[in-house]
């Protein structure tokens, strides 16, 4: 079975708003990008991010590390409000949203990556459709802006899997949800 792997950047107190506002980025950062790239053959985005992207990566330069996966990468995005798509390679996930990840992840392949899309990432660790958390952690405080678990109903426990240091001061953490 397929793994959902979401990949997000957050300051130290939390935020997941506008990273392009704050994110640092370095080589070291670029090569854990490319790794989780490699393992995956799809994404899943929500609504935001998904409009946010779509403006951005088909006008980027294709030697940027992550042009020609975003937008060459079949790409499932979650809304309930969107009827079209323009972006490359994108179609619409709408109804039993458990049912249709599900579906997704019973189906051959690599990894489905979540770059971003904070929200759906909470909605999916709450379901229990999230199978890996990778965290970019800035040494910065945002002060304001959208928390990653802000709406936690209930106490979610988690397993480290991996860590790792750069030189800029930023740690990468990745997690599983922890065997109950």
Do not use: C
């Not at 506002?21 to 393992?39: H, K, P, S, T």
């Not at 994108?90 to 599900?102: A, N, V, W």
């Amino acid at each position: 079975m397929r793994k959902i792997a979401a990949g997000l950047a957050i300051t130290l107190d939390g935020v997941v708003e506008a990273p392009s506002n704050w994110m640092l980025m370095d080589d070291e950062m670029g090569e854990v990008f490319r790794a989780g790239m490699a393992r995956s053959d799809a994404i899943l985005l929500g609504r935001l991010t998904y409009l946010e992207f779509a403006e951005l990566w088909p006008n980027h330069r294709r030697d940027a590390v992550m042009a020609n996966f975003m937008n060459d990468t079949p790409k499932h995005i979650v809304s309930s409000t969107l009827n079209q798509l323009n972006w490359a390679n994108s179609s619409l996930l709408t109804g039993d949203l458990t049912e249709e990840i599900t579906m997704l992840k019973q189906q051959p392949g690599k990894n489905i990556l979540i770059p971003g899309s904070p929200g759906l990432v909470r909605w999916l660790l709450r379901a229990g459709l999230l199978d890996e958390l990778g965290l970019m952690v800035h040494p910065i405080v945002a002060g304001a802006g959208m928390r990653l678990f802000d709406e936690a109903p209930h106490q979610l426990r988690l397993e480290l899997t991996e860590s790792r240091a750069f030189r800029t001061g930023v740690v990468f953490l990745s997690y599983r949800p922890a065997a109950s």
